[in-house]
Structure formats: structure tokens, C-alpha cells
């Protein structure tokens, strides 16, 4: 399938079926019509089910040899989750299968019948005629490798997700019962902090100790980095402590499962981070982008678990748009409004590349020099958020071409076009 309009258009022709779809849960309703907008046979309600996957394939068959159609597309709006078994199924027969945007459902519905009425029925006929338009986008649906690395890096967010909630309701424990603990520990997930909260976590625990009976304790799980004292101001503390003295037994209980989960999840992390990485060995350009000073492993595999195969791209731009870093602007006659990005597009790969964009701009020399030339320079000077946004596309750019060539990133290269005296100047 092609990417520009022009293309989009000029593959829906007099011999093609459009087959509009409309997603849900358990059922999916299905109509169809030519180029033309003329409808053929009735609704098609089916289940989704490999046997209601079928009948849909039947039903356009019959439909495809009684009109006389040689192609057929597919059409959806992609509901929730729903979508993925239908498309994945389709794909696999080497169907045809494109998307409709939501919003332009919701904005064209009432074109035809000029009602704001909503129905099933009615949506599969206004994606049908979307796709007639040529108002519609390939899905990018990852395969082998790809796909793998998305699952990885989905489960990744939500363990990271869950550690950190589970890391603030530990903070939550211990301020409330032992909130002194923190003037003994810099870092409460710290060996000795951490067998401290196992063993004698409240300030009642620790009076009933001696600094000798503390620190002793602490030597059976760290050798270095504490002493007498540290454990004599634990004691003191504990004497002195704010703490809330009810409800102990099941402080306790309630600490313990949160230790246990706290340990599971960063456990399970570790070694989901090890998988990906042996996961991205296998991916083509993927060491080397690795290898540029400041972008970690885990940008990386976010970047190609979202745009999955390099060499189905025939544009940087197309990656930019992906991303929803393409411009956008608000101007009518005189009138000319500020020039930002769009946001249409993948938000976790937006994501990604601003996280990594701000520690490039710190340690690799190369995004250094562009961040201060863009604040700096004489003629059209950025803000500093907007030259963190344009690096973000310089980024895009960079990765493409080296997932594109499998070459090593040359920083010199990216700063050509720049005359050397701004660069001197802005540093």
C-alpha cells in the first residue's frame, strides 16, 4: 500500500470493493460499495470469532464474484484493542487492510443524512466512504522480532510503573510510622536500609536495641559503608521519633508485602532489561545507534518497538510525522499564529525522543553544540524547549539513516550547513 494521497486515491478504482467495518467487543458490523459510493448486499453483522472472520471472507467473496470486483479493501476505525485479531487475520491472506481516524468519522457522519445519529451500521458506511476518498493510513503492524520488542517494552512500562507505585507506598510507611528513618538513610532501597526495614522497621523495634546489637545485626548483610555511628543515631532517633505507635502488627504486614513486591518487580525488570538487550543484538542498525554517546538501550528498543522495520520507510518525514513532531500553524489573512508541532501521531515515541533528546544535549558534544546554536544564534533565535523539539526531529532524522545503512553516527555530518563561526560564537 502507498503512503501519499495522490496514491491513496488512484488505488481505489471501478474494479475495487470497499469493504467498511465497524469495531466492537463481541460484534463487528460490515458494508460495502464501489467507487462510486453505490452500495452493495446488506449489512453484514459478524462475530469476532475465526468463524465470523470466515463468513466475513465469504460474504465478500460472494459479493467480489457477483459484481464483478478483481480487489477488495478493508477498512476499519481502530477501537480500543478489538481491531488487532481482525487485521492480523486479513494481513495474513494478503488482504488489503487500511484505518480510518476516529475524528473524522465523528466529523463526516453526517454528510449523507445530515443526522448526528450514531449507530454501528451507519459508522461502517462512513468508513467506506473515507477509504473511497483515500482518507486512510496503513496500520504499522509489527511482525517476528519487532513484535517481540513490543510486548517487551510494553511490559517493561508497567513493571516500571508498578515499582514506582509500590515505592511510594513504602514512602508512605515510613513517614508515617518511622519518619526519622530518613535522616539515617540517604536511600531507603539501600542494602543495609532495606534489611533495617525487613527486621526493625519502627521506632519500637530499635528502642529494645543497643547500637553494638544494631550495628551487629547490620554486619551479617554489608561489610563497608556503615559503623558505630550510624547505629547509635538510628537508636537515637527511634528514641526521639514522631511516629504513630498503633496499629503496629499490621504496619508490619502491610511493609513485608510491600518489600516482597518491591524486590519482585525490580527482579523481574532486571531481567526483562537483559532479554531486550539480547533481543536488540539481531536488529539491523540498532548496535550502532546504541553506540551514540548519551542514547541508552532502553530509547533504542522504544524507538524500534514503535516503528518496527527500518527498510518500510522511504522517508525521515515519515518517521517525524509518526511521531507527531510535524508542524503545524494557525494563520488567516494578516493574521499569523505561533508555528508547533502537531501531536498527531504515536505519543510514546514523542515521548522517547524527548527523554532522550535532554541528556543528549548534556553529554554528547555533537547536540550540545546544536542546542546552543539554536538558543543563541542571531536571526530567529529558539526557546530552549522548542530547540530540545527540533533536536527531537534532528534525532528521527539521525536514526533513520542509520537504521537505513547500518553506519556509525558521524557529528560532524549533522552540523554541516552551520557556518563554523556561529558555532565558535555560540560557544
Known sequence: MNYNQN????QITPSTLIVGIDIAKDKHVARAQDDRGYEYGKRLFFDNRIHGFQQLI????KLQKDNEKDSVIFGAEPTGHFWLSLA???????????????????KSK???????????????RVIAQLVKDGRYSVPNLLQGIYAELREGIKLRDQLTKQLMITEGRIQNNIQRYFPEFDDVFKDWDGKTAFYTLRTFPFPSDVRDMTPEEVLAQWKTVAKRGIGMKRATKLVEKANKSVGIEIGLRFARKEL???????ELFRNQLEELDQEIAELMEDIPGAKEMIAI?????TTVATFFSEVGDMSKYQHPQQLINMAGLSLREHSSGKFKGQTRISKRGRK??????YLAVRPLVASNP?????????TTRAERPLKKQQSLIALCGKLLRVLFAIGQKQCEFDGGKLLQGIPQSDLLQAA
Do not use: C
Not at 488482504?95 to 476516529?102: G, I, M, S, W, Y
Not at 453526517?110 to 461502517?124: V, W
Not at 510514546?348 to 525522543?353: F, I, P, S, T
Open 366 to 374: 555533537t547536540f550540545k553544540a546544536l542546542h546552543l546554536y539554536y
Open 110 to 124: 453526517e454528510l449523507d443524512d445530515n443526522s448526528p445519529t450514531k449507530n454501528d451500521t451507519k459508522d461502517a
Open 88 to 106: 492480523y487475520y486479513l494481513i495474513a491472506r494478503d488482504k488489503d487492510f487500511v484505518l480510518v481516524n476516529p475524528m473524522h468519522v465523528k
Open 7 to 10: 496514491q491513496k486515491i488512484s
Open 293 to 297: 554517546k548519551g542514547l541508552g538501550t
Open 58 to 61: 465469504d460474504w465478500v467473496s
Open 256 to 262: 513485608d508485602s510491600l518489600l516482597d513486591q518491591y
Open 348 to 353: 510514546k515515541l514523542r515521548k522517547a525522543l
